[in-house]
């Protein structure tokens, strides 16, 4: 045991610990949430014999990674496992790259790509 006095440990005051500059993405961070599986839902659900798909991300989601090197965009790829049940993931590309394009198999493989990190 140590010996010496012990010192009160007390509860720090949350309103005088400064706030990182990252707390203003998390509000950005949670309506990017909210927005992305709404508009995700849409479209899976106009085009019913798609799993897989591709798109920009919005203004919000891109705040939630790293900024890309010039020329290239941030993506999202979506996988929609059950109705009402996706995986997202974000992945970096040519800023000339159409996601609007892709078919279901090379959407399929835009998701692989942003999991594994690998083009097969």
């Known amino acids: 045991m140590a010996s010496g006095r012990r010192s009160e440990w007390r509860q720090p005051d949350m309103k005088s610990i400064p706030q990182p500059a990252s707390a203003g993405k998390s509000r950005i961070a949670k309506n990017a949430i909210e927005r992305g599986p709404e508009s995700d839902r849409r479209f899976l ?24 090197p010039p020329g290239k965009a941030i993506f999202v790829a979506i996988h929609q496992i059950a109705p009402g049940v996706r995986a997202r993931k974000f ?3 040519n800023a000339t790259f159409d996601p609007d394009r892709l078919t279901e198999a090379e959407a399929a493989a835009c998701f692989e790509f942003a999991v594994t990190g690998e083009v097969r």
């Open 91 to 93: 992945f970096g590309a």
């Open 45 to 68: 659900a106009r085009f019913s014999d798609r799993c897989f798909y591709v798109r920009f991300a919005d203004v919000a989601e891109a705040a939630l990674v790293p900024p890309p």
